[in-house]
């Protein structure tokens, strides 16, 4: 069963983590292209996860989705996933800080997924209260 606090847990956890990431990418000393493109990947990496989620659910529940569609998800989300890691591998960081960006894009990814699917699982709860109640279910 589907509760609203598991519901506000997953929406605080991708915030918190999300908000993280975006603070320490902007209070840094970097240039601004350098803040630019982190903050745009992770954007990407949320935008390809929730997309990801959304095809895989669509497919499962019988809803047609091509294949090259699903092809394009995967294909965003490992890219966007992995310039994401080589990027900060690439710098000339110390290695902690570069743990702190690798498990933030580790925890945004995860979050962005399980968030993804709570949004899901709650519009089919809905959909599902309605028509037990005789209501049209809207599309």
Do not use: P
């Amino acid at each position: 069963m589907k509760t609203n606090e598991f519901f506000f847990l997953t929406w605080a956890a991708f915030l918190t983590g999300f908000g993280f990431v975006l603070v320490a990418i902007w209070n840094t000393d970097w240039q601004l292209v350098e803040r630019g493109f982190y903050t745009i990947l992770l954007g990407w990496i949320t935008f390809s996860a929730f997309s990801l989620v959304k095809t895989i659910r669509d497919r499962h529940d019988g809803i047609k989705v091509t294949k090259e569609y699903l092809l394009l998800c995967y294909l965003s989300t490992i890219a966007s996933f992995g310039i994401g890691m080589i990027s900060v591998w690439n710098t000339e960081w110390e290695l902690v800080e570069k743990g702190y960006y690798w498990l933030g894009i580790i925890f945004v990814l995860y979050t962005s997924f399980a968030l993804s699917k709570e949004i899901r699982d709650r519009q089919y709860g809905k959909s599902l209260k309605g028509n037990i109640n005789g209501e049209e279910q809207e599309e």
